[in-house]
């Protein structure tokens, strides 16, 4: 799978737009980008996921490049509660990696009030 | 739907003593996997199926055995526990990982060895 790199942390003020870059310069063509976070030691909580395009749903967007190197993650309105670290998976459909998800350092994203 | 539900939520164990980490999920996913996450170190794989009766080793399988035999139960079994598995565990399904549909967590179990 390739690896990502995201920036360890950011701050973001609450009711602003948090925006979170991740770059997977080595992504290849069956691999998806997928956005997990972790609140305190709770389990992994899906946000997001995208193979090419651009997706919304009702957490957050997610942006690809159309080179798909790099991806970012945004909400819209963060609030306390996306305190949170913020991890930036790829991952391929099946092969040999099959269903596994590598989880990195994520980037720990601070929202002030 | 419950999602995934694990127990038990906490445990403490000898070394040496065996026992078994539920899993179940009743959203009818095919995918099942187990992950331990350790200090700076990330969520590691250590087993993982991909529907009921097929199962194989993740990255780091050794000292647990799991099984499938139904659609809805993955339970993850230490045979020996020892203060190296101290550790939290998680428990994820998904739909299909063969068209990329996302893995949903449980709770997990936090797991201490003495």
């Known amino acids: 799978d390739a690896k990502t790199t995201q920036p360890t942390s950011m701050d973001c003020a609450e009711g602003r737009a948090a925006n979170l870059p991740c770059n997977h310069s080595?992504?290849?063509?069956?691999?998806?980008v997928y956005w997990y976070r972790q609140i305190h030691s709770q389990g992994p909580q899906y946000i997001i996921h995208?193979?090419?395009n651009n997706e919304t749903n009702e957490m957050a967007s997610l942006i690809i490049t159309e080179d798909r190197k790099s991806s970012t993650l945004i909400l819209p309105h963060a609030t306390l509660r996306d305190t949170a670290v913020y991890y930036c998976?790829?991952?391929?459909?099946?092969?040999?990696?099959?269903?596994?998800?590598?989880f990195g350092q994520g980037t720990i994203l601070t929202v002030h009030p | 739907n419950a999602g995934v539900t694990q127990t038990p939520k906490f445990q403490v164990l000898k070394t040496g003593q065996s026992m078994t980490l539920q899993c179940a999920q009743d959203?009818?996913?095919?995918?099942m996997s187990w992950y331990r996450q350790d200090p700076g170190m990330g969520l590691r794989l250590i087993h993982y199926?991909?529907?009921?009766?097929?199962?194989d080793q993740g990255e780091v399988p050794n000292g647990y055995n799991v099984s499938r035999s139904t659609t809805e139960d993955f339970p993850l079994r230490l045979l020996s526990a020892a203060p190296s598995q101290t550790s939290v565990y998680f428990c994820?399904?998904?739909?299909?990982?063969?068209?990329?549909?996302?893995?949903?967590f449980g709770d997990g179990t936090r797991l201490s060895i003495l």
């Open positions: 994820a399904s998904s739909y299909s990982i063969a068209s990329g549909q996302p893995q949903h």
């Open positions: 080595t992504i290849s063509g069956n691999e998806y």
């Open positions: 995208g193979l090419k």
């Open positions: 998976i790829v991952s391929s459909a099946g092969g040999t990696s099959y269903g596994k998800l590598t």
């Open positions: 959203m009818n996913h095919e995918y």
């Open positions: 199926s991909v529907g009921a009766g097929i199962t």
